[in-house]
């Protein structure tokens, strides 16, 4: 066994190095760590973690899409998550998301965390989710996992 600890990094292939670039740091927060025109990438950290996502000009964005759904159909990338502090802060994020017209492709309830996926620029899926403090003991016990819909409401500043 690899006694992994936590997602180091993964990698993107995309069509537009500058507009992934733009989205990830400008919507997600994320930060250039490096910009390597010599190999192809733009490699992008979070908080105070090294790399986390690197992006690669694809050699041919026509050749085909990422996933569009979140099914689980077909083979390769699915999707990456990224964990957020509170309930709030993925209530608020997922109507940041809507406001700038990124697809919202699902917002579930998973019993030991809630979840919102939506897609990148190139289509690639991606979660941001808020765990519950106990979804350990969740697992442990068994969980029944029923995916139910979740539901925002919008609150007005007064």
Do not use: C
């Amino acid at each position: 066994m690899i006694p992994i600890k936590r997602l180091g990094h993964f990698v993107l292939r995309v069509a537009n190095l500058e507009r992934s670039k733009r989205f990830y740091t400008e919507l997600l927060g994320m930060h250039v760590l490096e910009q390597d025109p010599q190999h192809g990438g733009i490699f992008l950290g979070l908080g105070e973690w090294g790399n986390t996502l690197d992006l690669m000009q694809s050699a041919d964005p026509s050749a085909g899409s990422a996933h569009s759904d979140i099914s689980f159909a077909g083979v390769g990338f699915h999707h990456a998550a990224f964990a957020v502090e509170s309930p709030e802060i993925l209530r608020d994020g997922y109507f940041m998301l809507q406001d700038r017209g990124v697809p919202i492709l699902a917002a579930l309830d998973h019993e030991s965390q809630q979840s919102v996926y939506f897609s990148d620029p190139d289509g690639n899926i991606l979660e941001i989710y808020w765990e519950r403090p106990n979804a350990l003991e969740i697992f442990r016990k068994g969980r029944s996992d029923t995916d139910k819909p979740l539901i925002f409401e919008r609150f007005e500043a007064r």
